[in-house]
């Protein structure tokens, strides 16, 4: 610094000696000295604090740059100033620079520069021009600040949130670093304050191009836009000051969910006006009207029999829909997914997303639509299965499904075979499948019928064995006496097991000589008893026992050993019977006597005893009610 001020005090010495020198010729020492001190006087006072100049940088060290700006003594200016983002010095020696006069210090005799507050007072003095002119100046936005953003525009200025853009701006940091131009709306420049729109410029930009955008809009007519906005029934596109809807049902001949898929805030893109109401300034656009609709071509494309590959788009409960190309999808109809398996929802065999192969079943382009079917890409098992398992063969397979009507069993490549309940046994009263199998089960099966076009698969288990009625006959003839166990008492009779399965019935009727209302209360189930057969029903599945021909039959026998074994015939028949019923009574003679009957109805009697098949037409004329309870028999059983 000292060193500064001695060159600058040499250098005024020899100004002032020089033109000292130059004025000896023709004046006096005293009117010289004068001459330059007034010469130095005014190049003091030729600048004042505040103002901007041009120097000329003369020394540059390590804390301070020297300027030579025409006074007496060069100016000084913190090398810091000088400094660029990366530490970097950019000042040399005979560069020009524009500087502020900060102050003069008297008393060091120096003056302090800026070269920051010089480029400041440029700017400041730009802004008011552009404010004055209605003009515009380019900033960059720095950061965002509460209420709106911070301007570079070489001071630091204001941007509102409301005058960033002509909309709201849902994200304000997308702002941050970019340069835009803008409209100076005030500034003070005591308070440093600027305040900036760039709203303003866009509204002139829109009112300019709408008006030409509503010149040449007209229906049919390709024109070019940006995305605007999206919602969720549709794009809003700026075709240049005028905004059209581009509608979701118009964006694709294809499906959409939602338009975000296909779009974004911004993007540029080409539509077709579909309508134009120049009172009400709307526009409808279109974008899937600039392709053609592939539904024209379809029918050629995909005839009946066709093999398609696509991409599952929708699940219903009834279905799944394949996007086959951009506009054209198929239903896939549940009873097409497979050719064995019940399917209850899509969702079991195929998910939205997946790449499928499909086969073509019918086409309506009329309708727009297509049929399609995934079982028809494999081969029918049913086509082969009567092949692999004619009927009459045996089946073995697990019990996969129990249900109130039967057994479903697994054969082969999906397919199940049906036992019906009626088919499980020929003499077990079966109420439901449970009481004898359990699911998983393995088990034999006959192959009884197969069904292909309704897809079903008989089979029966009883049919491995022989139907125990077709020997009843044999092994239990008429007449034959069985030894049974009651399994059930009804009011119209009693219900003999013979063998596990094999029932007979003794009607009431058939129980004993006496009538009889009901053999409720004279037996119980379990209880032994013997009967006689009377008649067989093989078709039906019927017995006929009786309890009663035993009865009748022992008296018979009785009264036949009597005869046969008596020495002296009798006066008459009767007194054989009162013989006989004296000897049952125990010698109660007068009682035997009361209950005998008259001699002419002895005879019947032994008649009958003689005739056992006039007895049993007796007993018959005896029990009207026998045929009336056949229907209650049957559902006994």
């Known amino acids: 610094m000292e060193n500064f001020q001695e060159n600058t005090e040499d250098r005024d010495v020899r100004e002032m000696d020089e033109a000292s020198g130059a004025d000896a010729a023709g004046e006096s020492s005293d009117q010289s000295m004068a001459s330059l001190l007034e010469m130095y006087e005014e190049s003091i006072n030729r600048f004042e604090e505040g103002e901007v100049v041009n120097g000329r940088i003369i020394s540059v060290d390590k804390d301070h740059v020297l300027v030579d700006v025409g006074y007496k003594s060069e100016g000084l200016i913190p090398i810091n100033e000088f400094k660029d ?173 939602h338009p975000s898929e296909m779009f974004g805030i911004g993007d540029p893109i080409k539509v077709m006006i579909l309508s134009f109401d120049q009172e009400k300034e709307r526009v409808s656009l279109g974008m899937k009207q600039l392709v053609p609709d592939p539904w024209t071509f379809a029918e050629e494309k995909y005839p009946v029999g066709s093999k398609i590959t696509g991409r599952v788009v929708s699940l219903t409960d009834y279905g799944a829909f394949v996007e086959v190309e951009e506009g054209i999808e198929g239903l896939i109809h549940v009873s097409e997914m497979s050719w064995t398996r019940k399917i209850r929802h899509p969702s079991k065999v195929v998910s939205v997303g997946d790449e499928i192969d499909a086969v073509v079943l019918d086409i309506k382009p009329e309708s727009r639509r297509i049929s399609l079917g995934m079982k028809q890409t494999m081969p029918n098992p049913w086509d082969v299965i009567s092949e692999k398992y004619p009927v009459g063969s045996v089946i073995e397979g697990k019990i996969k499904n129990i249900t109130d009507f039967g057994v479903f069993i697994g054969i082969d490549d999906d397919i199940d075979g049906l036992v019906h309940i009626s088919d499980i046994s020929w003499t077990r009263r079966i109420k439901h499948p449970s009481e004898v199998y359990k699911k998983g089960d393995t088990v034999q099966a006959k192959v009884l019928d197969i069904d292909k076009g309704n897809e079903r698969f008989s089979l029966g288990i009883k049919q491995l064995h022989d139907d125990p009625w077709k020997t009843v006959a044999e092994r239990y003839p008429v007449g034959t006496d069985i030894n049974g166990t009651v399994t059930n008492v009804t009011d119209f009779g009693i219900f003999v097991e013979l063998e596990e399965g094999i029932e007979g019935l003794v009607h009431v009727s058939e129980i004993s000589k006496e009538k009889i209302k009901t053999p409720v209360g004279m037996y119980n189930v379990g209880d032994q008893l013997t009967a006689r057969v009377i008649n067989i029903n093989t078709e039906e599945r019927r017995i006929g026992l009786s309890i009663k021909r035993l009865e009748v039959e022992d008296e018979q026998d009785l009264l036949h050993d009597y005869v046969n074994n008596a020495k002296a015939a009798p006066s008459s028949f009767g007194e054989l019977l009162k013989e006989n019923l004296k000897e049952k009574l125990n010698g109660d003679a007068p009682q035997a006597e009361e209950e005998l009957p008259a001699a002419g109805v002895s005879e019947a009697a032994s008649e009958a005893a003689m005739d056992p098949s006039g007895q049993e037409e007796e007993a018959a004329k005896q029990s009207p009610e026998s045929t009336q309870e056949t229907d209650q028999e049957d559902e006994s059983r």
């Open 85 to 257: 983002g990366d530490g970097n010095v950019n000042a040399a020696v005979d560069d020009d620079v524009e500087v502020m006069i900060e102050w003069w210090d008297e008393e060091e005799e120096r003056v302090l520069l800026s070269k920051e507050k010089a480029a400041k007072v440029k700017v400041w003095d730009a802004i008011k021009e552009v404010y004055e002119a209605d003009s515009t100046i380019k900033g960059v936005i720095t950061n965002r600040v509460k209420g709106g953003f911070s301007v570079d525009i070489g001071v630091q200025a204001f941007l509102p949130g409301s005058q960033a853009d002509l909309r709201p701006i849902r994200n304000l940091d997308e702002m941050v670093g970019r340069e835009f131009d803008f409209k100076v709306l005030k500034f003070n420049r005591k308070r440093n304050n600027i305040v900036l729109s760039r709203r303003v410029l866009l509204e002139a930009e829109r009112e300019t191009k709408r008006a030409e955008t509503l010149a040449a809009i007209e229906e049919g007519k390709v024109m070019e836009g940006t995305v605007k906005n999206i919602t969720e029934y549709g794009v809003f596109v700026d075709l240049g000051g005028v905004d059209g809807l581009l509608h979701i049902t118009d964006i694709s001949w294809g499906r959409i969910k």
